[in-house]
Structures are given as structure tokens and as C-alpha cells.
């Protein structure tokens, strides 16, 4: 078995700054981190690379200081290391980003298949969500999103059924071999980092692929010229200097707490009290 995790190294977005003149975010002296949603689908396909065997390849698109977090996804257990690196790339968006790590998959494949891609259900930095569905879609591969579990991996028969989240309720669906799933948030915790796979990713020999070696040779479309996303502004919230009003609690009943809640939040935001209105008609 054969399974790709693609990852992404982001800034750490408890750090991150946003320029008071330029808007543009500021990531000179934040730390780098991995996408944290990409690390519960890395756990998951460990556990099955630990239950059915098989190799698991980590693949990033990034500059070269991305290398530190594909030698992390090493230290985890990871065993082979992928960076597709190259200024042809600067400034692409999901849809670029999308058709350059399919071209990876595609040159990967070559050397051995590939039974399952794994991607984060979205970044920290983009919030987009679209790679991973952008990757399934050029590989021609069944997309299974939000997938909180994994009832049965049967290689034999080439299926695959999981559980996937929905708006209401739980999904059980079964599918073919190959497909891509993005992971929900909270549904298993990266493991430690052992110390032979910690020696092991230091002394690893990474493959960097140009744009070239990535197999891509149409240039328009990947970086700027494959990204019709433009950015107009990026912006902090104003920060808000009211503080927080203080209820006294002691001596009062529940029903009456209730209505002075009730009673602040119309006299303060009439939005409020007009659809309250709108819903007692």
C-alpha cells in the first residue's frame, strides 16, 4: 500500500502580524509551523501504514525552508519526503497550488501507485478548503471530505468505508481505491516523534523537485499567471476597547437573570429586538 499526505508549512497564526501601512501579512520573524489540520491526516494514514503496512510519502509545495516541516512529518514515521520548489510557483493560488501537487502525484505514481491521498481538510493561512477537493478533481480520484473515521480498509477488494460528518448527522459511505480524504479536526492526535525517526529525518537525502521534475510544463499555470484569485486587501479587525459588563449573580434567580440578559441585549442592539419581533408574529 501506497499513500501520499500532502502538507503545507504555514506561519504560525497566533504570531502572525498583519503591516499598519502595506496590509500585507507579515512573516518575517513568525515561526513556521505545520498546517495543524494536515497533522491529523498524517496520523491517520500512519495508523494504517502501522495496520496494513506499506509506505507513506509526504509531499509539500513551498520554498526551500519548507524542508523543515516535511523532515518533522519524517520524525513522525513518514518514509519518503517530497518538496516541489520553485520560483515558477511564487504566488499561486488553490487553483495553481491544486494542478502543481496533482502533476507531483502523477510523477510519484510512476515510480510506485498510489492507494491513497490524504490532505488537510483546509489551512490556517488560506481557510479555503479547495486544494484537497482541486487535487481529487484533476486526479480523477473519489473525494471523501470531513471524514471523522475509518471503519474498513480492504485492499484485496480495493474499497475503502468511512464516516464522514454531514450537516445533520453522520455519513457511512464505501468506495473504490484510489481516493482522497481530508480529515476532520480533533478525531485522532499526531504521534511523538521517536528518536531513530528523528535521527532518521535529519540525515534524510530530500528530493526537491523543480517544476520540471514535477512534470509540469505549461508555466501559465502555476504561480501568477495559473492564479486568477486576486487579493485586493488583507486587514485586522479593529480591536475593540469596550469591556466586558459585569452581572452580579448572587441572590438571583435563574428566570430573572434571564430577562435582564434579555433586556441589555435589545436596548443595546436593536437588530436584535426587531427580529425578535419579526419571530413573535
Same mark, same amino acid.
Given at each position: 500500500?501506497?499513500?501520499?499526505?500532502?502538507?503545507?508549512?504555514?506561519?504560525?497564526?497566533?504570531?502572525?502580524?498583519?503591516?499598519?501601512?502595506?496590509?500585507?501579512?507579515?512573516?518575517?520573524?513568525?515561526?513556521?509551523?505545520?498546517?495543524?489540520?494536515?497533522?491529523?491526516?498524517?496520523?491517520?494514514? &500512519?495508523?494504517?501504514?502501522?495496520?496494513?503496512?506499506?509506505?507513506?510519502?509526504?509531499?509539500?509545495?513551498?520554498?526551500?525552508?519548507?524542508?523543515?516541516?516535511?523532515?518533522?512529518?519524517?520524525?513522525?514515521?513518514?518514509?519518503?519526503?517530497?518538496?516541489?520548489?520553485?520560483?515558477?510557483?511564487?504566488?499561486?493560488?488553490?487553483?495553481?497550488?491544486?494542478?502543481?501537487?496533482?502533476?507531483?502525484?502523477?510523477?510519484?505514481?510512476?515510480?510506485?501507485?498510489?492507494?491513497?491521498?490524504?490532505?488537510?481538510?483546509?489551512?490556517?493561512?488560506?481557510?479555503?478548503?479547495?486544494?484537497?477537493?482541486?487535487?481529487?478533481?484533476?486526479?480523477?480520484?473519489? &473525494?471523501?471530505?470531513?471524514?471523522?473515521?475509518?471503519?474498513?480498509?480492504?485492499?484485496?477488494?480495493?474499497?475503502?468505508?468511512?464516516?464522514?460528518?454531514?450537516?445533520?448527522?453522520?455519513?457511512?459511505?464505501?468506495?473504490?481505491?484510489?481516493?482522497?480524504?481530508?480529515?476532520?479536526?480533533?478525531?485522532?492526535?499526531?504521534?511523538?516523534?521517536?528518536?531513530?525517526?528523528?535521527?532518521?529525518?535529519?540525515?534524510?537525502?530530500?528530493?526537491?523537485?523543480?517544476?520540471?521534475?514535477?512534470?509540469?510544463?505549461?508555466?501559465?499555470?502555476?504561480?501568477?499567471?495559473?492564479?486568477?484569485?486576486?487579493?485586493?486587501?488583507?486587514?485586522?479587525?479593529?480591536?475593540?476597547?469596550?469591556?466586558?459588563?459585569?452581572?452580579?449573580?448572587?441572590?438571583?434567580?435563574?428566570?430573572?437573570?434571564?430577562?435582564?440578559?434579555?433586556?441589555?441585549?435589545?436596548?443595546?442592539?436593536?437588530?436584535?429586538?426587531?427580529?425578535?419581533?419579526?419571530?413573535?408574529?
Amino acid at each position: 500500500m501506497h499513500i501520499v499526505v500532502c502538507i503545507k508549512q504555514v506561519p504560525d497564526s497566533a504570531q502572525i502580524r498583519v503591516h499598519p501601512v502595506t496590509n500585507t501579512i507579515m512573516r518575517q520573524g513568525v515561526p513556521a509551523i505545520i498546517n495543524p489540520y494536515d497533522l491529523f491526516s498524517l496520523e491517520e494514514a &500512519l495508523r494504517l501504514k502501522d495496520k496494513h503496512g506499506g509506505r507513506v510519502t509526504v509531499l509539500s509545495m513551498g520554498p526551500p525552508q519548507a524542508e523543515a516541516a516535511l523532515r518533522k512529518a519524517l520524525s513522525f514515521g513518514a518514509d519518503e519526503a517530497i518538496l516541489v520548489t520553485d520560483r515558477a510557483f511564487a504566488g499561486s493560488d488553490t487553483l495553481a497550488t491544486s494542478f502543481a501537487l496533482a502533476s507531483a502525484i502523477n510523477q510519484i505514481q510512476k515510480d510506485m501507485p498510489i492507494d491513497l491521498v490524504f490532505a488537510g481538510k483546509q489551512t490556517i493561512d488560506g481557510d479555503t478548503a479547495q486544494v484537497g477537493p482541486g487535487i481529487a478533481k484533476r486526479l480523477n480520484m473519489q &473525494l471523501l471530505t470531513y471524514v471523522s473515521q475509518i471503519d474498513s480498509l480492504k485492499l484485496d477488494k480495493r474499497e475503502i468505508v468511512v464516516q464522514r460528518r454531514a450537516e445533520g448527522g453522520v455519513q457511512v459511505l464505501k468506495t473504490q481505491l484510489p481516493c482522497l480524504i481530508t480529515m476532520l479536526e480533533g478525531v485522532n492526535e499526531i504521534r511523538f516523534a521517536t528518536m531513530p525517526n528523528m535521527f532518521r529525518a535529519a540525515r534524510y537525502a530530500l528530493k526537491q523537485w523543480d517544476r520540471v521534475a514535477a512534470g509540469i510544463e505549461d508555466i501559465e499555470k502555476i504561480g501568477l499567471k495559473g492564479s486568477p484569485t486576486i487579493v485586493s486587501k488583507v486587514f485586522a479587525p479593529t480591536a475593540k476597547a469596550q469591556k466586558a459588563e459585569m452581572i452580579d449573580t448572587e441572590g438571583r434567580r435563574p428566570t430573572d437573570l434571564a430577562v435582564t440578559l434579555v433586556t441589555k441585549m435589545v436596548t443595546r442592539f436593536p437588530i436584535v429586538r426587531d427580529e425578535l419581533n419579526k419571530r413573535a408574529i
